[in-house]
């Protein structure tokens, strides 16, 4: 075996190995604490209590319910029935999140549901450091895959917070932005310190917080436009220009190492766990700044009412959906 091909090998087992003790982990009080400050930031934003809203990725009755004791359904073999949740957007009073309910048994088809006024989700292996080109690829590759779905399935106007893997910023691939860039603005995003939402050792990755506005036609000003990157000659990492130039929207202090495959890497150290206090503050900033100019029910009145679509027939055989 060459010496390419061991390296390559024994990074892709780190990689399992990571992938194995993330899902050995629980992120479910993070996302609990999280979720009532994205919904501050979503209504700040202009989102209308009573709108629709879009649950998905790790953790999704959650984030959507600010329920961390709401038991994921399952069905009689035990795997979970639920993989996106949809429901009102909640009002701001204690308990109003709980409200929502499953959308399906089988991944929702966005391309016949109603539009969306708001979509959240913390993306799959977004608090991991992948070795291998091939696993850092996928994971780049379903990001994108996601979010274009889930933006298309949303109302012009509306917004999304995506919670991201850091690479996503400081290693964009200018085609896949473009993309992005065709139907979203690019509000903000804050980076939340190492095991924010994991504190199993190998979840050590910051995580990017990333607020988009599905765009109402048009094109984005100068002001809204996806970021750039800067190639650090010290420690030869990308780092994000939108966090070379808001350097408080990074929850704690970065330090590069590298690791004991010989790569650099980046952590963002918050022993004092300030970072639910800075998140508050800067999803605050964000809304003050971007809240939109007409709530979902003005857009109705520009765009007409949202048109209901009928779902694709279950297929053959599958039982009635679930009353929870």
């Known amino acids: 075996m060459t010496t390419a091909a061991h390296t390559q090998l024994v990074r892709e087992r780190a990689d399992r190995a990571a992938l194995i003790a993330q899902a050995q982990a629980d992120a479910t009080g993070a996302h609990a604490q999280l979720a009532p400050m994205i919904w501050d930031l979503l209504r700040g934003l202009g989102a209308p209590v009573g709108g629709r809203a879009l649950a998905f990725g790790t953790d999704p009755q959650v984030l959507l319910t600010g329920d961390p004791n709401r038991p994921q359904p399952r069905d009689a073999d035990g795997f979970p029935v639920h993989d996106r949740w949809q429901g009102p957007v909640p009002e ?22 109603r539009p969306f006024d708001v ?117 030869g990492l990308h780092e994000s220009t939108y966090f070379t130039t808001h350097p408080d929207r990074v929850l704690g202090v970065p330090d590069v190492g590298t690791d004991y495959w010989g790569l650099q890497q980046l952590a963002v150290h918050d022993p004092d766990r300030t970072w639910p206090g800075r998140l508050a503050s800067v999803f605050s900033e964000i809304a003050q700044q971007h809240r939109s100019a007409h709530t979902a029910s003005d857009r109705a009145t520009l765009h007409g009412p949202a048109t209901p679509r009928h779902s694709f027939p279950r297929p053959g055989g599958e039982p009635p959906a679930l009353d929870l």
């Not at 499953?102 to 391309?111: D, E, I, S």
Request: proline share 8%; charged share 20%; glycine share 8%.
């Open 119 to 235: 979509g959240v989700a913390s993306m799959p292996h977004n608090d991991i450091h992948l070795r291998s080109r091939e696993t850092r690829a996928m994971r780049h590759h379903a990001f994108h895959l996601q979010a274009l779905e889930a933006l298309t399935g949303l109302t012009p106007g509306g917004h999304a917070v995506f919670l991201v893997n850091h690479t996503v910023l400081d290693y964009p691939d200018p085609s896949r932005w473009a993309r992005l860039a065709q139907m979203a603005d690019f509000l903000g995003a804050a980076r939340l310190p190492s095991h924010a939402l994991r504190a199993t050792r190998a979840c050590d990755a910051p995580v990017d917080v990333l607020v988009l506005r599905r765009r109402d036609g048009g094109y984005p000003d100068a002001g809204l436009q996806f970021p750039d990157v800067d190639w650090s000659t010290e420690d």
């Open 92 to 113: 701001g009073r204690p308990g109003a999140h709980r409200d929502a309910f499953p959308v399906t048994r089988y991944p929702l088809n966005l391309a016949t549901a």
